[in-house]
């Protein structure tokens, strides 16, 4: 219907200027995608360079002997491995935390009329603390943390993740809940299932997509964040590995392969995850605003 | 429905319970990791060190606007935000409006568009130092390679370039992202206005003018929305890239607040500013979402 309407209008305007913009539209998609990419792939050939060929001019692009000494001297040699371990327990932990947490909370505001207004109010002030700046909250949780003798423990980043990420999944499944019709949970109640049995047995089968979604953004922001994760860690035993990557930048400027291969592997899960959650993309980006 | 309202709602204490039981974690969470936290940055802000012991005031606060690094940082911050979005709107409008069609590979382009803005920052920044590096930078060298004199081009050395750069570096990440929402708010426009603009006669731009941008213009506030209050914040990247500098001349206040908290220890001063911070990008979203709220539906 749409493509019919277009083509109908497409052909009320003149053949010639139509095709000079399909021309254009092929020009425009291929420039945004080398501008897109080529940045990205540069990163990855200088960490399968030698050193030799990484200081090289003309840069070669394409033509190179690769190798994958930088991987094994930032991973066996150095303390990468440790940070990639600290980022995926802390990762994996905070999102689990605030799946479950976050879950409960948002069935309660999507299915239970609450007095008071209590379900907008509710919903709107777990936004709001959302749409903090980091740096404003960073700098008491540093303290607290000092406090609790919690600095430079998987603990502190585990604790601040979930706290993070915790607005965003009950904004996005309450959103998921709200799309579900009620009828599915009374004809549970009527076979004489309690209401978190038809929670359980019921409506959250039938949420898994949305939920699958919801854990990946949260993977996905946990495994990046940079922040919280500088100001509360500092040593090798608590590090994840933005952080692990940023002290290299600044410290060691000359070792340019070994920072390239840290940066492509943490690159691997974000590829894997973004791409499984294609679907959701712009609806878990705008914390469901917009259901693109 | 008469049904389904006794089922859900919360007449008694009784079925409160419920509720109340799955709310409470979440709500405890949020209390302990974002209100408290927030009350006792007002404490320190509140508290000044000086020879005599703590001074409970206003001092902090007084400090902001005699304090030049404070109000230069904050320029910075209108600046990048401001030039960054403006960039990212038009280029990613102009490339929704191009690209909303069938146009083969269009699954492949998506999923590449996602790619920058799914990065961590950090990485963000270690793939720009990479590029924009003067000496072995593959911009620099390919500008090399077709003549162009490139000993000036010191991108983010340069007190001059620094800023520019990343500026850019922002908009390659999140351009992508402004395209995907803006082509989703696109796609739901129906067709019949466009039809009757077909039938009055209307010109492209017409079209353009009165049907499309007045039915994107809820995606186009809250894609702006979303993108001002991450500019605003921004930390990450030129943390990596330029560490606020050469100088002081990439310095934003997120950078600022991090320095003197984390640097100098100064942390009532810091949070003096963050409340800055916290008052700008409050009020910028209150506006916003008031505008957004004006649209009809």
Redo the contacts between chains.
């Keep these: ?3 019919r ?2 083509e ?2 497409q052909s ?2 003149k053949l010639a200027h139509s095709k000079a913009t399909a021309l ?2 092929y020009v ?2 291929v420039a ?2 080398l ?3 080529a ?2 792939y ?2 990855l050939t ?1 960490s399968l360079k030698t050193e030799v060929e ?6 070669p ?1 394409f033509v190179f002997t690769p190798t994958l000494e930088h991987y094994y001297d930032a991973f066996v040699a150095r303390g990468f491995g440790d940070y990639l371990l600290t980022s995926a327990i802390v990762t994996v932990a905070s999102t689990a935390c605030a799946l479950i ?2 879950t ?2 948002a ?3 999507a ?5 008071w207004r209590l379900n907008r109010r ?1 919903s709107l002030w ?1 936004l709001s ?1 959302r ?14 943390m000092r406090d609790l003798r919690l600095l430079n423990t998987r603990a502190s980043l585990i ?2 993740y ?3 990420n ?2 965003f999944v ?1 904004w996005m499944m309450r959103g998921f809940f709200a799309d579900l019709p ?2 599915l ?2 004809a549970a ?1 009527v076979d004489g299932d309690s ?2 049995g038809a929670l359980v047995r019921v409506v959250l089968p039938l949420v898994t997509p949305g939920l699958a979604a919801t854990a990946v953004f949260c993977l ?1 922001v946990s ?2 964040e ?2 919280f994760a ?2 509360l860690t500092q040593t090798d035993a608590a590090m994840t ?3 692990g ?2 002290g290299r ?2 410290q060691y400027e000359i070792k ?1 392969g070994v ?2 291969a840290a ?1 492509s592997v ?2 691997i899960p ?2 894997v ?3 499984s959650v ?1 679907k959701y ?2 609806r878990g ?3 469901g ?4 | 429905m008469q049904k389904s309202r006794r089922f859900f709602s919360a007449l008694n204490k009784r079925e409160l319970l419920l509720p109340a039981l799955f709310l409470a974690p979440a709500l405890a969470v949020l209390l302990a990791l974002s209100i408290y936290p927030l009350i006792y940055s007002i404490t320190i802000s509140l508290q000044q060190e000086t020879v005599a012991g703590i001074t409970w005031g206003l001092g902090n606060f007084a400090r902001l606007f005699s304090d030049n690094f404070f109000l230069t940082a904050l320029g910075h911050t209108f600046i990048y935000a401001i030039s960054a979005l403006v960039c990212e709107f038009l280029l990613g409008l102009g490339l929704a409006l191009l690209l909303n069609n069938q146009i083969r590979g269009r699954g492949v382009f998506r999923a590449s568009l996602l790619i920058p803005m799914m990065l961590p920052s950090v990485v963000v920044g270690v793939v720009w130092r990479l590029m924009l590096n003067p000496n072995f930078g593959s911009i620099n060298g390919t500008l090399k390679q077709i003549g162009i004199n490139t000993e000036s081009l010191t991108w983010t050395a340069s007190p001059k370039l620094a800023m520019l750069s990343v500026i850019a570096v922002d908009v390659w990440q999140w351009t992508p992202f402004v395209f995907l929402v803006l082509l989703a708010g696109l796609q739901a426009i129906p067709q019949e206005p466009y039809e009757a603009a077909l039938i009055d006669g209307s010109s492209r731009w017409q079209t353009f003018w009165h049907v499309t941008l007045p039915l994107l213009k809820p995606s186009i506030l809250i894609v702006l929305l979303l993108r001002t209050m991450d500019l605003l914040r921004v930390f990450d990247q030129i943390f990596i890239l330029t560490e606020g500098g050469p100088g002081f001349a990439t310095e934003t206040i997120s950078l600022y607040i991090y320095r003197t908290a984390f640097r100098f220890f100064d942390f009532g001063y810091a949070a003096a500013m963050s409340f800055v911070l916290l008052a700008l990008t409050n009020v910028i979203s209150a506006i916003y979402i008031r505008l957004i709220q004006a649209e009809p539906n």
């Design positions: 219907m749409r493509t309407t277009r109908k209008y009320a305007n254009l539209r425009a998609l945004a995608l501008f897109s990419l940045p990205v540069w990163m200088i990484q200081f090289a001019s003309p840069p692009w947490i976050g409960l909370a069935y309660a505001l299915r239970f009329e609450l007095p509710l777990i603390t749409m903090f700046p980091a740096i404003v909250t960073a700098v008491p949780l540093f303290l607290m604790i601040v979930t706290g993070f915790l607005p009950v009620r009828d949970e009374e109640l209401r978190l996905i495994w990046n940079f922040l500088l100001v590995l933005p952080v990557i940023a930048v600044t340019w920072m390239s940066a943490a690159i974000i590829l995850f973004a791409l294609q993309l712009v980006l705008s914390m605003a917009v259901k693109g």
